[in-house]
């Protein structure tokens, strides 16, 4: 049986951070299911199709990752796409305290899904897609904390073209 796992989030734009925890989930999970939330409610650079076609440019072909999006309760399509454990990345120990609780929270909406963190490498643990959305604006270089793809891809919605 194939181990499974979830790995949620806007990624909004995928960073360098999301694809090492991307990468450090694959050692420990066959199959990796990263899906990209659909939240109404947050206000995104990105549309959800373009988000994903961002991480298939990443990942496309890879047999053991589905790039997917999602509505609703993550528990529910953890569940749903056969994955029994979400992983979640901590940059800092401010994002601590919201994991922790989500992480309750899912717990107590089904006891069967387990929350696993992961640590990104140190030279990315201050990198957040905000932060790279702001430096790109201020026409700051981020092509060494996102893959070529996404830079093209701020580079058509920059104001600065």
Do not use: W
């Amino acid at each position: 049986m194939k181990r499974t796992a979830i790995y949620p989030g806007s990624f909004d734009p995928p960073t360098n951070g999301h694809l090492d925890v991307i990468k450090r989930a694959l050692n420990i999970f066959d199959r990796l299911i990263v899906a990209v939330i659909v939240n109404t409610s947050k206000e995104t650079l990105f549309t959800i199709k373009e988000r994903e076609e961002m991480l298939l440019e990443i990942y496309g072909g890879r047999k053991n990752i589905e790039i997917t999006s999602f509505d609703g309760l993550l528990v529910d399509y953890a569940i749903n796409v056969g994955a029994r454990t979400i992983i979640r990345g901590l940059r800092a120990v401010s994002d601590f305290e919201y994991e922790f609780q989500m992480a309750l929270m899912n717990r107590r909406l089904n006891p069967d899904i387990q929350s696993v963190y992961l640590m990104p490498a140190p030279e990315f643990t201050y990198l957040s897609s905000s932060i790279v959305k702001e430096v790109h604006s201020l026409g700051g270089d981020v092509s060494k904390i996102v893959s070529p793809g996404v830079v093209k891809c701020l580079d058509s919605k920059s104001s600065r073209s």
